[in-house]
């Protein structure tokens, strides 16, 4: 078995200077002319090398395409559903400040949430149902600009929730786990910006790696005091405000 992967190997990347060899043997044993020789050769040469940046390219999209399956399964399990890091989860925490303005946009976050979960596991089970079949490859373009658009549409609500988290005053838990937060997103961001880097060396792509945003971290952020009225928390049908 180890034999036949070796003679596969030598077949598949090794080719071009055994079939060199081979042409400069029978050249030399029949006597062609030099000049037939060489031309014979330098055709091989270029085949050969061409051949080799078609797979060298074939394989660097490859490995492309497998950091990319990794980042959105990633995302979805880090950033999306129950997840402690999720920026939704963050937001619900603002339900226990006495603020109905912030209820009415955590509660109609939250109804946002539902439809981003939605999507999102909607693109993992397209995403490993492509890569099933072989597909992935083909729709990498198509899944690069849906995890563009996923992330965009996230940022939006970080940037939403850093804009009243420097206006209000909220608990010192919320600002902890929202920094924490930060650091493992930026973490992210930086890995989908790398390998947007690397999909435009193998593929055309609009997209440009600034373009997914970094979270700002909340400093200097002063904890709340305490109220001496209490607002009851509103039902699920009185949401208003930002929906995706």
Not at 48 to 60: C, H, S, T
Not at 61 to 71: D, G, V, Y
Not at 185 to 190: C, I, L, P, T
Request: aromatic share 14%.
């Amino acid at each position: 078995m180890y034999v036949l992967r070796v003679l596969r190997t030598v077949v598949e990347w090794g080719w071009s200077p055994i079939l060199i060899a081979v042409v400069a043997v029978v050249g030399v044993i029949y006597e062609w002319h030099i000049a037939l020789v060489a031309s014979l050769l330098g055709v091989i040469l270029v085949i050969g090398l061409v051949v080799a940046v078609v797979r060298a390219k074939e394989r660097q999209q490859e490995l492309t395409a497998l950091r990319l399956r990794q980042l959105a399964g990633y995302f979805n399990r880090r950033f999306m559903g129950n997840s402690p890091l999720s920026i939704f989860a963050i937001i619900d925490t603002l339900f226990g400040i006495d603020n109905p303005q912030l209820w009415d946009w955590a509660r109609a976050c939250d109804m946002s949430q539902r439809v981003f979960n939605t999507w999102c596991n909607s693109f993992i089970d397209r995403i490993e149902s492509d890569t099933r079949t072989g597909r992935f490859s083909i729709y990498l373009r198509t899944y690069l600009n849906e995890m563009w658009l996923v992330t965009g549409h996230y940022y939006e609500f970080i940037e939403q929730f850093y804009e009243i988290a420097v206006k209000v005053e909220i608990p010192s838990e919320t600002v902890d786990q929202y920094n924490r937060f930060v650091v493992e997103y930026n973490s992210f961001v930086r890995n989908f910006q790398d390998s947007i880097s690397e999909l435009k060396k193998v593929t055309k792509t609009e997209i440009e790696p600034p373009s997914v945003n970094f979270a700002r971290e909340l400093s200097g952020v002063k904890p709340p005091q305490a109220s001496q009225e209490k607002e009851e928390k509103p039902g699920a049908d009185q949401g208003r405000g930002y929906y995706l």
